[in-house]
């Protein structure tokens, strides 16, 4: 929530040291304005016995979800060059995934600005991780910083997914280990129409998840028809990255493992 009182820090896209602005990831345009969620420590998620029927204590924050972790300048720099493309992406997605009750989409998104999109996409998982994300990984925000720029190492790959059931999910980067793939370095947002997840030196690809890594070898301002398939998946456990099973079956598998 944005607070009054002023935030200083590491700017995680240009990583000077100066005030830091409230990011609203995703943006505000993006049904993020007066999202109401509730604050609770990431231990207390740990110490929960059934999540189905736990209901969160922490404070109830209005205003959107967001971080402060970059600077004005580069909050407007996004806000200028990639949320107005990220907009009519999103408005695609609420139109479809509202108008068809199925699991499994053949997803058509006209005229849009996939290098924009990407480079969005990108600067929220920036904006949600920690300050060591810039040192490590200093080539994600060049690529968000240089509009023009088609340059994103192959180690990072974007997926994407329908999600408008469960929980939101804000998944910092860590190591998850997925049965059948092994362990994944990943980070992971699911914000309705979207879930997003990035990974690290992780080849293969992954069931369920369309791989949208190829937006970044457009032309900045290039449009396309975006026509591509696309899972709906649920995300009822928002510290449990990766994880899409159904209630009944968290249910099931919560009353099995006791
Ligand atoms: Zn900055």
């Known amino acids: 929530m944005r607070s009054s009182q002023k935030h200083f820090g590491t700017c995680r ?23 109401r ?39 407007s720099f996004l806000g200028q060059n990639y949320v107005k493309a990220y907009e009519q992406w999103v408005l695609t997605g609420i139109q479809i995934i509202s108008k068809y009750k199925v699991d499994y989409f053949n997803y058509v998104a006209l005229q849009q600005e996939p290098l ?9 998982f ?32 974007v997926f994407a997914y329908l999600n408008n059931q469960g929980q939101y999910r804000y998944f910092k980067h860590g190591v998850i ?5 092994g362990i994944i370095n990943a980070t992971e947002l699911a914000f309705p129409p979207f879930g997003y997840v990035l990974t690290f030196d992780f080849a293969h690809d992954i069931s369920h998840f369309q791989n ?10 290039e449009k396309a028809d975006v026509e591509m398939f696309l899972y709906k998946l649920p995300t009822y456990l928002p510290f449990s990255p990766l994880d899409y099973r159904s209630k009944d079956k968290i249910d099931a598998d919560t009353k099995a493992s006791r």
């Open 177 to 181: 280990s997925q049965p059948g793939l």
């Open 212 to 221: 949208i890594t190829s937006f970044k070898s457009y032309k900045l301002g």
């Open 126 to 157: 920036i904006a949600m991780n920690d300050k060591w994300y810039l040192e490590e990984y200093p080539e994600l925000a060049s690529f968000v910083k240089d509009p023009n720029s088609n340059i994103l190492p192959d180690k990072f790959r």
């Open 37 to 75: 969620h509730v604050s609770v420590p990431h231990d207390e998620w740990t110490k929960i016995d059934n999540f189905l029927e736990y209901k969160p204590k922490g404070k109830i924050l209005q205003g959107g979800i967001g971080y402060y972790s970059l600077c004005r300048d580069c909050n």
């Open 13 to 35: 896209i240009c990583g000077v040291d100066k005030e830091l602005s409230y990011e609203h990831v995703p943006p505000r345009i993006a049904f993020n304005k007066t999202t």
């Open 116 to 124: 924009k999109i990407l480079k969005q996409i990108i600067s929220m």
